[in-house]
């Protein structure tokens, strides 16, 4: 196995928190970030099917969704971080460290029931709380 194939499959075993650990260290290390846009150009758009103009274009339902953390309110904090422990499935000593920086996903790829579930959670406990 070539040490690419290695370390995605690595990567795979990766909780959340890890992941977000890596990445953060990776800035670090490599001086890079890693919200930047890549590319930095415009987008090409698609040229129209075969089938002529009349054809309509068909837009895809979104099936899969994350649920980001935007904003933890300081008076609220406490309620929260029980919540986010509970939804992302982390120890107690990992939760302030895994909200330090916002916003964050919390979960991702999840069906629209779990992610309005997960919204609302947060929500009743006061943080700001996005679909995308």
């Not at 990766?14 to 992941?19: G, K, N």
């Not at 890549?38 to 339902?61: L, Q, T």
Request: charged residues 30%; without cysteine.
């Amino acid at each position: 196995m070539s040490t690419v194939n290695e370390i995605i499959e690595k990567l795979k075993t990766l909780t959340l928190l890890e992941a977000s650990e890596l990445v953060s260290q990776i800035e670090e290390t490599f001086g890079v970030d890693a919200s930047a846009p890549v590319g930095g150009g415009v987008m090409m758009a698609a040229m129209p099917a075969a089938g002529g103009a009349d054809a309509a274009p068909k837009e895809e339902e979104k099936t899969l969704f994350d649920v980001v953390l935007e904003e933890i309110p300081a008076d609220k904090k406490v309620g929260i971080y029980k919540v986010v422990r509970n939804i992302a499935n982390i120890a107690v000593n990992q939760v302030k460290e895994f909200t330090g920086t916002l916003p964050k996903a919390l979960k991702e790829s999840v069906s629209k029931e779990e992610a309005e579930a997960a919204k609302q959670q947060l929500e009743d406990a006061g943080a700001k709380v996005k679909i995308v």
